[in-house]
Antibody
Framework: QLQLQESGPGQVNPSETLSLTCAVS??????????WGWIRQSPGKGLEWIGS???????YYNPSLKSRVTLTVGTSKNQLSLRLTSVTAADTAVYYC????????????????????WGQGSLVTVSS | QSVLTQPPSASGTPGQRVSISCFGS????????VNWYQQFPGTAPKLLIH???QRPPGVPNRFSGSKSGTSASLAISGLQSDDEAVYYC???????????FGGGTKLTVL
């Protein structure tokens, strides 16, 4: 049974950097054949995709966050990390990590697809 | 405002069939598969339908998905009070090269 568990600071000061980790346990050895994504949800709002990565060579970011976001994954794919710089109150949200399947675009590129397992989420409040 | 448009709310009575729509542009729904997620208050979303109409293991067959052109629908038959949740559609946006979510539809069981 795959489990994902986010952990983070809970509160970050404006203009500083938000760092979150996601511990991945269970599942199987084919965890190497998935994308891993981050999604956030501001209080009372909908879901916003942050980014997805397969490995260091296949990373996709939401264009609205791309300049401030970095996603990394451990070599054994049992720890994911998200780094978001220069945060403001608008970055206050519940942050989810999730495993993501892929599909093949007509161009032949392997692209992130649906999120089939989610962590329980980590609330991050940006406030001084 | 999301590039995938959903009605903000929907409702039905127990036993009824309810449909939730999701409209997108040609660079999204028409050319790419649609997925649906269910979210209860205070919990993480859960995959409900993927690849337009495929149910993951454990999802009741009361839930079904369909797609036609630039729109998709989630149908729930035999509505139950436990179905009261927010439902999100999602697909791939070739313009931004990333997954996109609809704004969500809050389903109320009257």
């Amino acid at each position: 049974q795959l489990q994902l568990q986010e952990s983070g600071p809970g509160q970050v000061n404006p203009s500083e950097t938000l760092s979150l980790t996601c511990a991945v346990s269970g599942g199987s050895s084919d965890n190497y054949d998935y994308y891993w994504g981050w999604i956030r949800q501001s209080p009372g709002k909908g879901l916003e995709w942050i980014g997805s990565l397969f490995d260091s060579g296949s990373t996709y970011y939401n264009p609205s966050l791309k300049s401030r976001v970095t996603l990394t994954v451990g070599t054994s794919k049992n720890q994911l990390s998200l780094r978001l710089t220069s945060v403001t109150a608008a970055d206050t949200a519940v942050y989810y990590c999730a495993r993501q399947t892929y599909f093949y675009h007509s161009s032949g590129i392997r692209l992130p697809y649906y999120f089939d397992s989610w962590g329980q989420g980590s609330l991050v409040t940006v406030s001084s | 405002q999301s590039v995938l448009t959903q009605p903000p709310s929907a409702s039905g009575t127990p036993g009824q069939r309810v449909s939730i729509s999701c409209f997108g542009s040609t660079s999204i729904i028409r050319d790419f598969p649609v997925n649906w997620y269910q979210q209860f208050p205070g919990t993480a979303p859960k995959l409900l339908i993927h690849s337009n109409n495929q149910r993951p293991p454990g999802v009741p067959n009361r839930f079904s998905g369909s797609k036609s052109g630039t729109s998709a629908s989630l149908a729930i038959s035999g509505l139950q009070s436990d179905d009261e949740a927010v439902y999100y559609c999602a697909s791939w946006d070739d313009t931004t090269s990333g997954p996109v979510f609809g704004g969500g539809t809050k389903l109320t069981v009257l």
